[in-house]
């Protein structure tokens, strides 16, 4: 059972890192992501983004990790010019990464890391922006319940197959 949230910048266990990776290659495995990681790859990718980000940890009573999000300022991400076209802001908090293993989904975990996000953005940013499939209804609905805007709608590929993609953002300072 889900019972809070815990925010981490730092030093991750081997056992806290391989459950984060296992999470990861399990929720981006299916649709509509269809990304297929080897275990290797996915520790590469997660340790890059968390030397540059802020990680918000999820976990159950018990320490194990049921979900985790990683945000960064958007001014560090390579592909940061495709979002400041949509109206992002170079200094925006950019949810690289959010997954909830799907043993833990539907208990409100992903909202409570965005709402963290949120947090954050507000004392440090212009902004909260982010990124997903359009058939991803619950992270759709995790962006209206933070009355996030939505800015874009665009076509990418990966893992092979086309798909449309959203891009919601909230401003928590004024500009």
Same mark, same amino acid.
């Given at each position: 059972?889900?019972?809070?949230?815990?925010?981490?910048?730092?030093?991750?266990?081997?056992?806290? !890192? *391989?459950?984060?990776?296992?999470?990861?290659?399990? =929720? /981006?495995?299916?649709?509509?992501?269809?990304? +297929?990681? %080897?275990?290797?790859?996915?520790?590469?990718?997660?340790?890059?983004?968390?030397?540059?980000?802020?990680?918000? !940890? *999820?976990?159950?009573?018990?320490?194990?990790?049921? =979900? /985790?999000?990683?945000?960064?300022?958007?001014? +560090?991400? %390579?592909?940061?010019?495709?979002?400041?076209?949509?109206?992002?802001?170079?200094?925006?908090?950019?949810?690289?990464?959010?997954?909830?293993?799907?043993?833990?989904?539907?208990?409100?975990?992903?909202?409570?890391?965005?709402? +963290?996000?949120?947090?954050?953005?507000?004392?440090?940013?212009?902004?909260?922006?982010?990124?997903?499939?359009?058939?991803?209804?619950?992270?759709?609905?995790?962006?209206?319940?933070?009355?996030?805007?939505?800015?874009?709608?665009?076509?990418?590929?990966?893992?092979?197959?086309?798909?449309?993609?959203?891009?919601?953002?909230?401003?928590?300072?004024?500009?």
């Amino acid at each position: 059972m889900f019972n809070g949230i815990i925010s981490i910048n730092g030093t991750f266990s081997e056992k806290q !890192l *391989a459950s984060m990776v296992e999470i990861y290659q399990e =929720g /981006f495995r299916g649709a509509p992501w269809f990304e +297929t990681w %080897e275990f290797s790859d996915a520790l590469i990718h997660l340790t890059k983004l968390l030397e540059s980000g802020t990680l918000v !940890l *999820a976990c159950s009573h018990d320490q194990e990790i049921l =979900g /985790f999000g990683i945000g960064i300022s958007l001014s +560090t991400y %390579e592909g940061k010019n495709e979002l400041l076209r949509y109206g992002s802001k170079e200094n925006d908090v950019y949810v690289t990464e959010l997954v909830v293993s799907s043993k833990a989904q539907r208990q409100g975990i992903a909202l409570n890391i965005m709402h +963290t996000f949120a947090s954050h953005a507000h004392t440090s940013s212009k902004g909260l922006l982010f990124r997903t499939h359009v058939e991803n209804v619950a992270m759709i609905r995790v962006a209206k319940g933070l009355e996030m805007k939505h800015i874009a709608k665009y076509t990418a590929i990966t893992g092979g197959q086309e798909s449309t993609r959203v891009v919601y953002r909230k401003k928590c300072k004024i500009e």
